[in-house]
């Protein structure tokens, strides 16, 4: 995962810009287990960031659930802006933050990927004077690894006043061959949970107010390897590398800011306490309150401040006011049960919503023939068909689907007795249903399983005098397909073989048929 945030602009003229990429896509390469909160932990970053270290909306590109080219256009797009704020005196800073799937070779975007090498020299092609990279994901230490630097010390920059630095900082959520873990508890991967509690606050050793570069790491590092310590996949230790030409260090967010309100949690009620943000269902912050009252800033808003006890939750309110500051005393906790706890079921409720099935909406076009020749020349020929299929697909792989199809077509029959063709008009109608499995997401996807159709048929015979016949019947079958799914947009071949009862002229009959189906459609 990875993090890019930062625009200051001076009441007076502006000495630094910030600029920041926040990207997060929950899909990966095929192999990759869906995420269920790397999307949502992106937009929890790009909140904080904006609001606590200067990074003006304007000069923000936030990418969720995109590709590698909607990546380099976001790199490229950001130089034009980078260039006139050199020309207009400014410095600048670039932050850039990842969350999702990556390997040793490179980050994943859903089916696409950016290698670490070209992400390295895509964010120096960006011109900014200084580079900080956030990245979350397996391996990511892998990107710190090939990039040496050491750690320049200094004195604390202000936001606002010029860096008189050069070069760049990455900060990963894990080693090189280390898994990085979301978690059911918090909500979000372990990293950039405490990396925006480090931010909003926590991270702030000497209660100056600002959280810089080194206390970021520090406070991510140590909380990150003491809550993996003893989780199933082992501990994971966040990584840095420092190539910065500098005078002093960058102040990456600064407490009280105008717009934010403060929330102070004073030492004699220590504890560690959840934040959730009420008004925007989203679990904000974890404090720790021990030997100095805890301040972190928050947007304005109401929030709800819960420490766990083990047999029951402790619950404040607190109404945040931008440019105000509110104290949670101990006596403002009120008793309540775990059923009641807001910020848990609002986690249960976003991984339900993740793995609810994803819906993919098909225009279909093909067309339909029966199997046996004797059938198509003496009763019932080609015809084609058109219609619409929905198709939901679950993160294991399992769908299901249902599709409306109707055609028309004119021919000829060979009838026997008759030594003259006879002409026929065909109109069909078919109601179906499918369920089966569909290999993992990527460029080239595969499915199959059972599909069943209610199939309505009706001859007409134009030339003759003959009254129209009709048959409906349900036809068992199978299906299968295969095709292409760039991003959302999603085409593919599918082909159904039936078996078709019916009854013609007195004879208990039964054919099989197929249907040739090219689909076109999105997936939501």
Known sequence: MLLALYASISVAHAEVQRFAIVVGNNEGAVGNAPLYFAEQ???????????LGGVSLLNTRALYGKGRGDLLRALAEVQGPIASAHQNGSETVLYFYYSGHADAEALHLGHTSVSWDELESLLKKTGADVRVAFVDACQSGTFTRRKGGTRAPGFVLDLEERLDARGSVIITSSGGDEA?????????????????????????????????????????????????????????????????????????????????????????NPGTFAVFDVDRRMYVSEVTVADRDRQIALRPGHYLVQERLPTHLEVADAKIAAGGLVR??????????????????????TIREAKRPKL??????????????????????????????GRFGWRDGKYLSGDFLGGSGVGTLTIDGLDYPVNVALDSATVG??????????????????????????????????????????????AGWLGVHPGQFEADLQLRFHYLPYIVDGHDLGMGFTELLLGLGYRF
């Open 180 to 268: 990085s873990q979301e978690s059911d508890e918090i909500g979000g991967s372990y990293f950039t949970h405490f990396l925006a509690s480090g931010l909003s606050g926590n991270a702030d050793d000497d209660g100056d107010g600002r959280v810089t570069l080194s206390e970021t790491y520090r406070y991510v590092y140590h909380e990150t390897v003491f809550r993996t310590s003893s989780t199933r996949s082992g501990t994971q230790h966040p990584t840095e590398a420092w190539d910065l030409s500098a005078n002093g260090e960058v102040v990456i967010t600064e407490m009280g800011r105008a717009g934010t309100g403060t929330l102070q949690l004073p030492s004699a």
């Open 433 to 478: 249903l499918g369920a089966g499995w569909r290999s993992p997401d990527f460029w080239v996807q595969a499915g199959g399983g059972l599909h069943l159709e209610g199939f309505w048929l009706r001859r007409r015979f134009p030339d003759q005098g003959v009254p129209e016949q009709s048959l409906f019947s349900v036809a068992p079958g199978v």
């Open 41 to 51: 932990d992106a937009k929890k970053m790009q909140g904080v960031l904006t609001e």
């Open 360 to 389: 993919a909406l098909h225009l279909e076009a093909g067309g339909r023939s029966f199997a046996d020749p004797t059938v198509q020349a003496a009763y019932f020929p080609s015809t084609g068909a058109v219609g619409i299929e």
């Open 328 to 349: 949670v005393d101990g006596w403002q906790f009120k008793d309540g049960e775990y059923e009641d706890d807001v910020a848990k079921g609002t986690i249960d409720h």
